[in-house]
């Protein structure tokens, strides 16, 4: 799976070069001291674990960085499955460059690899239930993109990306409008056009945003015998979101509800990195 996102964007080459810039600060006083600035080296990448691959294009990109003819021969694709021990990514180039940029690349890959893995296990714990899993804008600033891009390898379905693709009404909104109806009011009257979505604690709040007229309705913290009420209700006149301490313990009850998505912040929120090694075959 390739990710458009990711090709010929001013905001990865920003990113990348604020990551770089934080590691390398005046120099790598260890690689170029030992180094001989000519040296050319062949390494691979392995992956120590099993799971769902992703970044490896931003780790090209940083490699790039240092040394413009790397040459990248990847054996997986964002969004491949891989197994401990194999090969994820082959490469040459100068060997300064290669070891220099070596955290920063497997930062972004180890990283984005944690979270498609940990997409992937929740998907695949919902197989026969319509439901679709949802990320959040619980994301390390900066981040963001890239934690989207890999919730999408993962097999999940990004949300909004910030505040200003989608409406999302929420208690505090609610208590400074007055009321759901009146929230969602202002909002259609100053945007149009944008989807709305109104966050609901019972099945009263649920009757108000219906009436309202909202296009998602999320079904925060409720039981999971309120929330089938709640679907019932809402049928298919909006789409529905359960959120709220989802956990792998519960979140098939949660989709025997019927809801459309799921939403769980600790996609992105709760990473554990990916174990991937880089080592150098040889140096030449």
């Known amino acids: 799976m390739i990710f ?74 964002g969004g491949d499955e891989v197994r401990t021990g194999e090969t994820v990514v082959e490469f040459s180039g100068n060997c ?23 997409t992937n296990e929740i998907v695949r714990e919902l197989k026969g239930f319509p439901a679709k899993i949802l990320d959040t804008r619980k994301t390390v600033p900066g981040l963001r993109k890239l934690d989207k891009i890999a919730v ?22 609610i208590q400074a409008a007055g009321s759901i109806s009146k929230a969602v009011e202002r909002v259609r009257a100053k945007n149009p056009d944008i989807r709305i979505e109104v966050e609901t604690t019972n099945l009263e709040e649920v009757d108000e945003a219906l009436k309202s007229g909202a296009d998602i309705i999320m079904l925060d913290n409720m039981s999971v015998e309120m929330m089938t009420k709640a679907v019932e209700r809402i049928g298919t006149r909006a789409e529905t979101e359960a959120s709220g301490n989802i956990t792998s313990k519960t979140i098939r009850e949660v989709a025997g509800t019927g809801v459309n998505f799921i939403s ?13 090694s880089q080592r150098i075959k040889e140096i030449f």
Request: aromatic content about 6%.
């Open 4 to 77: 458009p996102e990711v090709s010929n964007q001013k905001w990865l080459d920003d990113l990348i070069d604020v990551a770089l810039a934080e590691d390398i600060g005046g120099g790598d006083v260890t690689t170029e001291a030992v180094i001989d600035d000519q040296k050319k080296t062949k390494a691979v990448w392995v992956a120590k674990q099993a799971g769902i691959i992703a970044g490896l294009q931003i780790a090209q990109r940083v490699f790039e960085k240092l040394d413009e003819n790397i040459e990248w021969h990847p054996f997986f694709n």
């Open 152 to 173: 999408k390898a993962g097999g999940g379905v990004n949300h909004r990306m910030g505040l200003y693709d989608l409406a999302m009404i929420k208690d505090n909104h």
């Open 264 to 276: 769980v912040g600790a996609l992105t929120h709760s990473v554990q990195a990916f174990d991937i």
């Open 96 to 118: 300064r460059a290669v070891l220099i940029a070596e955290r920063t690349a497997l930062n972004f890959a180890q990283r984005m690899s944690g979270i498609a893995t940990k």
